[in-house]
């Protein structure tokens, strides 16, 4: 099972809509799916604005004409009666959806896909407005990103493996996957794990914060989900074995290693995804940190056991498990 951290104005054949993954050495697989970017633009549209009540995206609707505007309005208007509202990754049915259109996206039929009908419809009909109006310049987007990786990453990506793999005490599952889409939703990126163990992100071309650096810290933070999740994984095997910790400490835990294994190689200007952010300062984050920033730290630079650390870790947080 997944582990969750998804009336035609024109008939498109599926040939001209099939976007091929763009293959490279690297161990992340990136993509640029046109049906996974519509998924996005669809979803994002009818589920509203972010957490924090500001709107996520800029709609496509205004932007059409009076015939587009009527079958666009259709289709995000069957997503928030149907899956729109639903939260990534916690529900299911949106992981679904993403997997079915990656296969969609590698040729297979639309009406092949597991998913509702009326969403099926939705995306049948805004297809041909959306490829028109919306993804020639998404699609150049996610391009430059994609390319922005491929040119980096190699200067990173063994050297980083190499250190979480150390650090996490198992290996990074290789490969990922990883589909470049504009907005992502709230997070900027998120990551499902498929029943393979290979993790499976969604990442926003859209958001400037995640450029650089910041882009290699993020595909290694998506990608540890794959051996760091609340009851799994080495190192949470180990901590849960001893004692409870607070709720989000994994995600926490996840964000401080990635986020100092990057630091390394980036150099001490670097500031990493978590810092830039303040997640640290959210209840319960700030002191999950404080007890890594005593207890883990050491251990990443090598001057205490892993054994020690997360007998450290315990200590901090009481209650140990007889």
């Known amino acids: 099972m997944k582990r969750a951290f998804l009336l035609s104005l024109l008939v498109l054949s599926t040939s001209a809509l099939r976007a091929a993954p763009l293959q490279h050495a690297s161990a992340f697989q990136l993509h640029n799916g046109f049906w996974v970017n519509l998924n996005d633009a669809l ?3 009818a589920h509203g604005s972010d957490s924090s009540g500001e709107p996520k995206i800029v709609p496509l609707e205004p932007r059409l004409t009076g015939a587009e505007q009527v079958v666009w309005h259709e289709a995000v208007d069957a997503y928030r009666r149907t899956i729109g509202k639903m939260e990534f990754v916690r529900d299911d049915e949106l992981n679904q959806v993403l997997d079915e259109l990656a296969k969609v996206d590698a040729g297979a039929p639309l009406a092949s896909a597991k ?4 969403v099926i419809a939705a995306l049948r009909d805004a297809a041909p407005i959306y490829r028109k109006r919306e993804w020639p310049a998404t699609r150049r987007l996610n391009d430059a990103i994609i390319a922005a990786a491929r040119k980096r990453m190699p200067a990173y990506e063994a050297k980083l493996f190499h250190r979480l793999d150390a650090l996490y005490r198992e290996p990074l599952h290789r490969p990922a996957r990883i589909d470049v889409v504009k907005y992502a939703m709230w997070a900027g990126a998120y990551t499902r794990i498929e029943d393979d163990g290979t993790p499976a992100t969604i990442f926003a071309s859209s958001n400037e914060a995640q450029r650089g650096m910041h882009q290699v810290e993020i595909f290694f933070h998506e990608a ?7 009851r799994g994984g080495v190192v949470m095997n180990a901590i849960n074995g001893q004692c409870k910790t607070s709720r989000d400490f994994w995600h926490v835990l996840l964000f401080y290693t990635v986020g100092t294994a990057t630091t390394e190689l980036a150099g001490s200007n670097y500031m990493p995804t978590a810092d830039g952010y303040g997640l640290y ?3 319960g984050w700030d002191r999950a940190h404080d007890v890594l920033e005593r207890e883990w730290q050491p251990y990443i630079a090598g001057k205490r056991s892993f054994e020690d650390a997360v007998a450290g870790i315990c200590r901090s947080y009481g209650g140990s498990k007889p």
């Open 224 to 230: 540890s989900h794959s051996v760091i999740f609340p």
């Open 115 to 118: 998913l509702r009908p009326l």
């Open 281 to 283: 300062k959210i209840p």
């Open 43 to 45: 979803y994002n549209e």
